[in-house]
Every structure is written in structure tokens, then in C-alpha cells.
């Protein structure tokens, strides 16, 4: 079975330092933006929040991404287009909150049998699957497009990027494992 990092003898220190590598992709992640709507914009954080759970595990791969969350509220400039605060009050407040249960369900799964890479790819879809039935309702109330243009706007440009993402995370997860595993040496 694939052990996700916090399954293993790391020190509080190790696991505290990978969970913060985490947050630090994520807000790295939210940099690389592409415009493709007028509310949602294109950016990694999905791949990073997958990429998180499947590491790190649920429960430390969802902190990874409540701290990114407490580095907005702080209004740092770590969400996507540099700004801090305002995202958790703009249309893309949901989506970035659905990346911690996504975090959580996503790790949970790996913890408890995605062995192979298409179960761990399939993971990552239920976790695009929670941002998204986080996210859109979000977009909703907050821009008051109907369902759907709601889903026209913030759903249907992102499925095939969100799908590859998802498989590139289930490609990287060994790599990055190993990577953060060499601490425990």
C-alpha cells in the first residue's frame, strides 16, 4: 500500500516542514494563473491541493491547506493574482475552500487503498469533485449567475485541465514522497 508520510515514524518537526512545503505549493501554485473567465481563473492550486492529500495523507495534507487559507485571511498576497483577503469574499472563495475536504477526502483514500495509480488518479477526481460542489455554489451566490452559467463559467472550462492535473499529481506523488522521505533517513 502506499503510506503517505504522516503513516510513517516522522518527527512532528519533519511532518510540520512538509506540511509547510505544502502550503508554500499551493500559494506557488496560485501565481501560475491563466484568465479564462471573468471569475475563475485558471491556476495549479487543484494539482497542489491533490498533490497534498496524496503525499501527506488527510489529515496533514488538509492543514496543509487550512494554513494556506489562515495566510489569506492574514492578507498576505498568496492567492491567485497577489491578492489576500479579498479572495475569501470573492468568486473564487468556494473553490479555495473546497481545497481542504478535497485535501482530507483525497489523502483518506490513498490511506485507505488507492494503491494503484488509476485508483489514486480516480482519488483526484473526487477531490476536484468536492472544489467543485464547493466552488460552484459559491460562484452562484456570490455573482448571482444561475446554475447554468454558474457551471458555464467556473465548471465546464476547467474539467479536462482539472482531469490532467489530477493524473499529473498521481505522477509526481512517488517522486515527491521519496523526496520528503529522505528526511526520515
Keep these: 500500500m502506499l503510506r503517505t508520510l504522516e503513516q510513517r515514524d516522522f518527527s512532528l518537526t519533519q511532518r510540520l516542514l512538509a506540511v509547510a512545503i505544502f502550503t508554500a505549493v499551493t500559494a506557488v501554485s496560485a501565481q501560475i494563473e491563466v484568465r479564462i473567465g471573468p471569475f475563475v481563473p485558471f491556476t495549479m ?12 495523507g488527510a ?6 491547506q487550512i494554513i494556506y487559507l489562515l495566510l489569506i485571511r492574514m492578507n498576505l498576497p498568496v492567492a491567485s493574482g497577489g491578492v489576500g483577503a479579498a479572495a475569501l469574499a470573492g468568486p473564487t472563495a468556494g473553490y479555495l475552500i473546497g481545497f481542504v475536504p478535497a485535501a482530507f477526502v483525497v489523502g483518506w483514500l490513498v490511506e485507505h487503498g488507492a494503491k494503484r495509480a488509476v485508483q489514486r488518479w ?64
Design 45 to 56: 492550486q487543484v494539482f497542489a491541493a491533490l498533490l497534498a492529500g496524496m503525499v501527506l
Design 122 to 185: 480516480l482519488a483526484g477526481l473526487v477531490g476536484v469533485a468536492i472544489i467543485y460542489a464547493v466552488g460552484l455554489p459559491t460562484l452562484m451566490g456570490i455573482t448571482g449567475l444561475s446554475l447554468p452559467d454558474a457551471w458555464a463559467a467556473g465548471v465546464a472550462p476547467f474539467v479536462g485541465l482539472d482531469l490532467a492535473k489530477a493524473a499529473l499529481a498521481v505522477i509526481l506523488t512517488e517522486g515527491t514522497r521519496a523526496f520528503l522521505s529522505r528526511w526520515s533517513d
Design 59 to 64: 489529515r496533514d495534507g488538509a492543514l496543509s
